[in-house]
């Protein structure tokens, strides 16, 4: 493919998305843009039609998610913090649970191998999981689809569950707000973003594209050294990126395949979400928590796209980042140990 054609391409499915984005955004759909991009990118990309994933640019919108999330985080953050531990058991305990009948339910109901079953039902990261399951001999394919269907349906449950059971709706969201920023705002932006880049590129930080421009961001708004705030265009297109990003995943898979692995899916995320969901109600009953913060920090979702809900919906930043960046390194820890146990079974 050549240069131009290539780039024809990128603005093409670029275009498409935005349009995509703004038609279900306009139903009043909460994260309309990310979820209408997501949906036009996945079927044509099952349509095997030329889309293009924007590869080059996802560091840069990650980052620029992170810069976000970091000018969100409120004073106090510390002592907030100190207060999370029950929730973080919860989390824990759910990710257990949930990764226990999801394991057997894969086994016995949909026949998975032993590895395929726990590689799937691990909630993130997905490139990680991806990875240990070809080095473990696991159907790539496979893990794959399932992983990519968990973000996916994660992203078009959500919100809409978000609505149903917390009635948050566009109105209410973070992205309803303009702001504008001066040219030494846009200088600070850049420099968080920036950052994000060099950390990713010459560090071994986990999520260091997300984790590093919220520090630095967070640092600079604490530290009163700039107030900046993103303007909603921003935002919007941050969402039509990571909706494309989503889609496109699933790039090269066929409808027969997604078809085979669709229902096994359905029924990981059915339970993970769930789970999710139960706890979140129950714990806000409470009064100690918010419910809508609790359901986005218990959801099986990708750390970037979760957290960009959060945000856009006007949640507990801090307190959902807190959880997701946990949830990942206990599946990036506890996957390796247990794929090792469960190879050494006799089949």
């Known amino acids: 493919m050549s240069e131009f054609r290539a780039l024809c391409l990128a603005l093409l499915t670029l275009l498409?998305?935005?349009?995509?984005?703004?038609?279900?955004?306009?139903?009043?759909?909460?994260?309309?843009?990310?979820?209408?991009?997501?949906?036009?990118?996945?079927g044509a990309s099952l349509l095997r039609a030329p889309v293009v994933?924007?590869?080059a640019a996802l560091p840069v919108?990650?980052?620029?998610?992170?810069?976000?999330?970091?000018?969100?985080?409120?004073?106090?953050i510390v002592g907030l913090a100190a207060a999370w531990w029950p929730s973080l058991l919860v989390m824990f305990g759910l990710l257990i649970l949930g990764g226990a009948i999801n394991y057997a339910g894969l086994r016995r109901l949909f026949s998975f191998p032993p590895i395929d079953a726990l590689l799937c039902s691990m909630p993130g990261g997905i490139s990680e999981m991806i990875l240990l399951g070809d080095q473990a001999g696991a159907d790539q394919r496979r893990v794959a689809i399932v992983q990519a269907l968990r973000i996916a349906l994660?992203?078009?449950?959500?919100?809409?569950?978000?609505?149903?059971?917390?009635?948050?709706?566009?109105?209410?969201?973070?992205?309803?707000?303009?702001?504008?920023?001066?040219?030494?705002?846009?200088?600070?932006?850049?420099?968080?973003?920036v950052a994000g880049?060099?950390?990713?590129?010459?560090?071994?930080?986990?999520a260091a594209l997300i984790l590093v421009p919220m520090a630095v961001s967070a640092a600079l708004h604490l530290g009163r050294i700039s107030a900046f705030e993103v303007p909603p265009e921003v935002s919007v297109v941050i969402q039509v990126m990571i909706g494309i990003n989503v889609g496109a995943r699933f790039l090269g898979v066929s409808i027969r395949a997604l078809a085979g692995f669709a229902l096994s899916a359905v029924a990981v995320v059915a339970v993970q979400i769930g789970l999710a969901l139960a706890a979140a109600i129950v714990l806000s009953a409470q009064g100690?928590?918010?419910?809508?913060?609790?359901?986005?920090?218990?959801?099986p979702g990708g750390l970037a796209e979760m957290s960009l809900i959060a945000l856009?919906?006007?949640r507990e930043v801090a307190f959902?980042?807190?959880?997701?960046?946990?949830?990942?390194?206990?599946a990036l820890f506890a996957a390796p140990a247990l794929v090792a146990t469960l190879s050494k079974r006799p089949r």
Do not use: Y
Not at 61 to 76: D, E, H, N
Not at 197 to 202: E, K, Q
Not at 320 to 328: A, K, T, W
């Open 16 to 42: 498409a998305a935005f349009v995509a984005g703004w038609g279900v955004s306009v139903t009043g759909v909460p994260l309309g843009w990310l979820v209408g991009a997501m949906l036009l990118i996945s």
């Open 53 to 55: 994933q924007p590869t």
């Open 61 to 76: 919108v990650k980052s620029a998610v992170g810069t976000m999330l970091g000018a969100a985080i409120p004073p106090g």
């Open 154 to 193: 994660s992203v078009l449950i959500i919100p809409l569950l978000a609505g149903l059971t917390f009635g948050i709706t566009v109105e209410n969201t973070a992205t309803s707000v303009r702001h504008s920023m001066a040219v030494a705002d846009w200088g600070w932006f850049a420099a968080c973003i």
């Open 197 to 206: 880049l060099v950390a990713d590129r010459w560090t071994r930080i986990p």
């Open 288 to 299: 100690t928590w918010d419910g809508l913060a609790l359901l986005l920090a218990f959801a």
């Open 312 to 314: 856009t919906m006007g």
């Open 320 to 330: 959902v980042v807190c959880h997701h960046i946990l949830r990942v390194l206990f």
